[in-house]
């Protein structure tokens, strides 16, 4: 199905990011198919959909369209209303409690979210309803290109091999103030293993899952390969020829797949109100990128 002949919009960067001319709702209501967005997004894995107004219901139930939504056990950063929807903000609530998760105004390194469990759900919607108007821009970088900048012989090194994630890594590099007090415990999470390059299942394009945040060592490797080879990695993985950057505007929905994408965020101003809303969902390893 020729998927760009149905849906109005036009490319942000060739091959990584989309923006599509459509409402949500049209999707929920059955005027659009969810496979025509299916076969958009293995094109564009970032889709940017603009000047939306949705209810939290209608953005988990157009999450649960691509993939099975994740409940989130995290209370502090839980929307009140929705048990899959968390918020990222600047905002607090009378008793002084910040509405969500809160990063502080530091910009946010390239990662991949969830390569620190030993099963990521790797689909991601973030909503911008109130976004400051300085900073903040988000930064997706294609890991299909990623994968394509590495010299053959760095290719062969990683190809079927499984990598180390380990999320006190991340904790020593990400400014999250919010779990700053539960260092001790979180630097206790188990490590886990997935492959550092990933096949898409339909189209056969090799991804390279290369976290920066969590990824410590590949197995098969001596350690003073991994040290030649893992900065080689994270290098191409942020490579300006395979980056597109974002300036978030409110009403702007972003849904990406963290399968074959990695992001980052600029520093922002913590004077102007910021309310961000996320799901994360399960994609299909039958169709999608997916760590397993
Ligand atoms: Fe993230």
């Not at 967005?37 to 649960?64: D, G, H, K, T």
């Not at 990521?120 to 108007?133: C, D, H, K």
Request: glycine share 8%; net charge negative; aromatic share 10%.
């Amino acid at each position: 199905m020729e998927s760009t002949q149905l849906i109005y919009g036009k490319p942000l960067k060739e091959g990584l990011a989309f923006e599509i001319d459509v409402k949500v709702e049209e999707f929920l209501d059955g005027s659009l198919d969810i496979d025509e967005i299916e076969a958009l997004w293995r094109q564009y894995p970032l889709l940017v959909f603009r000047r939306q107004s949705l209810l939290e219901e209608e953005l988990v139930r157009f999450s649960s369209l691509l993939g099975e939504c994740e409940a989130v056990s995290r209370k502090d950063i839980l929307s009140p209303y929705s048990d899959k929807v968390i918020y990222f903000s600047t905002l607090k609530y009378a008793d002084g409690r910040n509405l969500g998760g809160f990063a502080g105004g530091e910009d946010v390194d390239w990662h991949s979210d969830q390569t620190f469990r030993p099963s990521p759900s790797t689909g991601a919607i973030l909503y911008g309803v109130e976004v400051p108007r300085d900073g903040g821009d988000i930064y997706w970088a294609d890991q299909y290109r990623a994968y394509e900048l590495l010299l053959p012989d760095v290719r062969r090194k990683i190809d079927g091999r499984i990598g180390t994630y380990r999320y006190a890594k991340r904790l020593g590099i990400m400014n999250a103030t919010e779990l700053k007090g539960k260092f001790d415990e979180l630097s206790r999470t188990p490590d886990v293993f997935h492959p550092v390059v990933l096949d898409h299942p339909l189209t056969g394009k090799k991804a390279l899952y290369a976290d920066p945040t969590t990824l410590v060592s590949i197995d098969g490797l001596t350690e003073a390969e991994n040290a030649v080879i893992l900065p080689l990695l994270f290098a191409a993985g942020g490579d300006p020829s395979a980056v597109y950057r974002h300036k978030v505007l409110s009403g702007d929905l972003m849904m990406w797949d963290n399968g074959c994408t990695m992001h980052r965020r600029d520093v922002m101003t913590l004077e102007q109100p910021r309310l961000m809303k996320r799901t994360t969902f399960r994609l299909p390893a039958s169709r999608y990128c997916v760590p397993h």
